[in-house]
């Protein structure tokens, strides 16, 4: 960890907080049982891994040697979401807590995705959990629209609810609480054009405190994260804790936090260029990502008619937002 960076005696980067951390966390969310060398290269930076359900297709060999290496490493491992809430329902959750104890694991996520627990029952298990030893993280949010009482579309959710249900969570004896990769995706907006679901956030976030929450980002199936890891990062500065990292882009996400990626546009850059007009480099403003580094497509209509000029396929979003989020407060 000591070791020296590349160029650090010549060039000088914003500061970001030390591990052990409280704030400005990196969660990875991978398969383990990969090795040392497929995150020592980026140990700094990250804070906790995290077991998914596939790794119950992996050799338990495999997956504890990994879960050894990773606390050498002074870096946290968790046991997702989805172990407690299958456990639960099949009557298993104290073997598998003990089991998880026994080969290293030292975060327990968890969620009530399915209505399995009462809100007294969520606390008792809770209160269970961390009586064993472990911290607890709760999830809030789900995946699919239909399944998730906190939103009341794809692309809005309801404030109230999510602030209440992270409330819960957290007076139930949770240290954070997890806001799902795929409903907050969707608030930010793919080319962060969703500017009612970006201020419901800022609501939620006012209300719970950043300090006590972990945004998780999804890929959207292949569409990356760079831009909604700028956004989060320009709303709440380089210390917003941020999940759903992988080793492969855990230096993308630290570019970000210190304002050197190219999204949004190398805004320490810039800030420095431009005579620190802002009190902090995160707070410089976005560029407009209406006008994209990305070349417009060019769409095909029926038959062979194809339009001459790219700009003319391209959906004006803002008037589309004014009028799909008209009235929305």
Known sequence: MDEQLFLRDILDLPARSEKPRKVGRTICGISLGRGRESIEHVARYVDQVKLYIHNTLMPARLIEESIKTYRSMNIDVQMGGVFFELAALQGRLPQMVQRAKAIGVNVVEVENHLGAFSLQDLKDEIHRIKGEGFQVVGEVGAKWTEDDETRISQGLCDPGKVIVAMEQLLEAGA???????????????NQLENEAGQEQIRQVTKAIGQEHMVFEISNARGRGKSMQRAWLVHEFGPDVNIGNAHPGDVSELETIRRGIYY???????????????AEDWWKIEMPDYDIDIEPRPVWKYSGEEQLKRPDDAVPKRRAQRKSEFKGIK
């Open 263 to 277: 999204d949004p546009a190398w805004p320490y850059i810039r800030w420095l260029k431009n005579n620190r007009p």
């Open 175 to 189: 240290d954070e609480v997890v806001w799902d990769a795929y409903p907050l995706r969707a608030l930010i907006g």
